[in-house]
């Protein structure tokens, strides 16, 4: 699924966030940027040890929760990898949605900042982090569609969904939020 957002590109499409050929894209990480399972795992283990090496070395101090940092992508064929931070889903009450708006803002925003014309993020926080997945597909497009109609920018936005259920809550969030208001 695909549309326009004058004149940029927001894209869904089901599969391997690790295979895309964009100039970034985005990790789920955790706030010590220590490795983890999930498409964190993924990165690493297909981008190579010089990732973490440049993580640990820039970012000593991790990433907050709701922000995200950037570094190199190894043996990626993308050019950059954006480490960003969302909450652990802790019932909705502990700013959970903001933090998860915030953590997709800023990676767009380091994406614009270093000249990326395409960027693919996964669903942040909806695996270990158990953030439920409809609430997390319309944060993350809400938060995209805002971002490309305020910036005109990057060309391309690509959410990378792992599984059928993931696309699937990603489309109907996508359709919800571009129908015509009546
Ligand atoms: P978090 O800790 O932020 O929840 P996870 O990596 O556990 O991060 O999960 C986030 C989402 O990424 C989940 O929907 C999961 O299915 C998905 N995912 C896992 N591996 C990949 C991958 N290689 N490419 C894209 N998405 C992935």
Known sequence: MRIDIQGQTLELVQGDITEQQVDAIVNAANSRLAGGGGVD?????????????ETRRRYPDGCPTGSAVISGAGNLPA??????VG????????????????????????AVEHG????????????AYR????RAARIALRTTIEFLKQHRA???????????AAYGAFSAALEELTSPQT
């Open 116 to 127: 990326c014309r395409s960027v693919a993020l996964p669903a942040l926080s909806t695996g």
């Open 87 to 110: 909450p652990v889903w802790s019932g909705g009450h502990r700013g959970e949605d903001e933090l998860l708006a915030s953590a997709y803002r800023r990676s767009l925003e380091l």
């Open 41 to 53: 795992g993924a990165i690493h283990r297909r981008g190579g040890p010089a990732i973490m090496e």
């Open 79 to 84: 050019k950059y990898v954006i480490h960003a």
């Open 154 to 164: 990057p060309s391309l936005v690509r959410f990378v969904l792992f599984d059928e």
């Open 131 to 134: 953030f439920p997945l409809d």
